[in-house]
């Protein structure tokens, strides 16, 4: 099959842990790679934001970038990108015109403006309807809810990305919680497919290289640094634990730059400025961005990870914890809620809570023998429900199902 991925800030070809590059360009990457692998011919278009990009880039066997003209060919905030999303529709409109794709996957919501703009000239222009999937990866009314003014999406988002839920064929939802999100919004739930993200379970597995390490306890995080995703509130949380007794340290990957150049980071100020108030100094390590290559053999080195965040869309990190046999301490919240199975292979906590995260973490790391059975857990749930292979599978059953409803398309306006 023929399939067409939308993803206009998040490329496959990104470099992870900055402000806007996280978890879908993984997501993007390993789907292609995936569906690629089921033979199946995959083209990812995503916005140009280097001027030295070819327009057309290899992948991998069977994957192939387009990078498409919409708007300065720099680095763009994704929330400044809603004006470029015509000239994005144009592009993509005079590419399905030549050569139609058989179904179309957009990934976040400016994507599936675009997206639907495009199916919709193209069906006009050759008759037929071409299926349009989508996932949000994250949603703007839930954004909205936790960060209140602190959210930087523009206002449209909040009109356009119910109504874009809407008008595509089928909505992939990465979560439970994302499902009831998404009837909310008037989404009937036969066109509502719960597929998650997927774990590469080759490259995150529990045996390889570790990064070194003491003889302290070591707690991790792994995101980009922004506010929501609760950095502040595992160090508070670590604090209470250093001041119980506990000889355990704190290690914080991600940032805009690796160890050395954090300071671009504007969430690392806050975050050192957090670490001085709890007197932890010597006991917290801002590790900067590391390659996700290089991810596995830290993660390893980690007696548990802590996703601690406000609220989490999915949440990848998770479930490159679990592929490596590391027990996840997560918020209760989100996609956290499908990925951690409370005393089988983490443990839940509220949110924004520092002393029940900290008496979590007291617990598990007083228990080697729990956090082993977690971590074999963790392993065992990653490989059978999270590989990539399963979620490409899913994902192209999907396609196919929207593809035979094809004849009945004429239900759903696109206008
Ligand atoms: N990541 C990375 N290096 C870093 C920080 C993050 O490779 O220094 C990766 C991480 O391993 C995961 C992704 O970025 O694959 C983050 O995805 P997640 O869904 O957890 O969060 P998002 O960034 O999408 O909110």
């Known amino acids: 099959m023929k399939v067409a991925l939308v993803s206009e800030h998040a490329s496959p070809l990104a470099v992870l842990g900055g402000v806007d590059a996280g978890g879908q360009n993984v997501h993007v990457a390993a789907l292609a790679q995936s569906l690629a692998a089921l033979d199946h011919e995959v083209t990812v278009y995503t916005r140009r934001d280097d001027d030295a990009l070819d327009e057309r880039m290899v992948f991998c066997d069977g994957v192939e970038v387009v990078h498409v003209d919409a708007g300065p060919p720099t680095r763009l905030p994704k929330d400044h990108l809603l004006p470029h999303m015509g000239a994005f529709a144009d592009a993509l409109a005079l590419e399905w015109t030549a050569a139609a794709p058989d179904v179309v996957h957009s990934h976040f919501w400016m994507s599936a403006l675009a997206t639907l703009d495009a199916a919709h000239r193209v069906d006009m222009e050759l008759g037929g309807h071409l299926p349009v999937v989508h996932t949000f990866h994250a949603l703007g009314v839930v954004k909205r809810r936790q960060q209140g003014l602190r959210d930087t999406s523009p206002a449209e988002r909040s009109w356009l990305e119910p109504d874009v839920a809407r008008r595509v064929d089928t909505v992939l939802a990465t979560c439970s919680d994302e499902a009831f999100e998404l009837k909310a919004f008037g989404v009937p739930s036969n066109r509502i497919a719960v597929v998650p993200c997927g774990v590469d379970v080759q490259h995150f597995t529990p045996t ?108 990848i990190v998770p479930l490159e914890a679990m592929a490596c046999g590391v027990p996840v301490v997560a918020s209760a919240v989100g996609g956290l809620l499908d990925t951690v199975v409370e005393d089988v292979n983490g443990l839940h906590v509220p949110t924004r809570d520092p002393d029940a995260l900290a008496a979590a973490l007291a617990g598990l790391l007083a228990d080697p023998e729990r956090r082993s059975r977690y971590g074999a857990a963790g392993r065992a749930r990653a490989e059978t429900r999270y590989s990539w292979a399963r979620v490409a599978a899913e994902t192209a059953q999907v396609y196919d199902r929207v593809r035979m409803d094809d004849v009945d398309a004429s239900r759903w306006s696109r206008r």
Not at 209 to 214: D, Q, S, T
């Open 208 to 315: 390889g290289p570790v990064a070194p390490r003491g003889e302290r306890l070591r707690i991790m995080t792994v995101s980009r640094l922004v506010r929501r995703k609760g950095v502040g509130i595992a160090i508070e949380a670590l604090a209470r634990l250093v001041r119980s007794g506990v000889d355990a340290e704190l290690v914080v990957v991600g940032g805009a730059g690796d160890s050395t150049h954090l300071d671009a980071d504007p969430e690392v100020a806050r975050l050192r400025e957090v670490i001085r108030a709890e007197g932890v100094e010597d006991r917290v390590v801002l590790a900067g961005r590391v390659d996700h290559d290089a991810l596995p053999a830290v993660l390893r080195s980690a007696d548990v990870v802590v996703c601690a965040p406000w609220y989490e869309p999915f949440g």
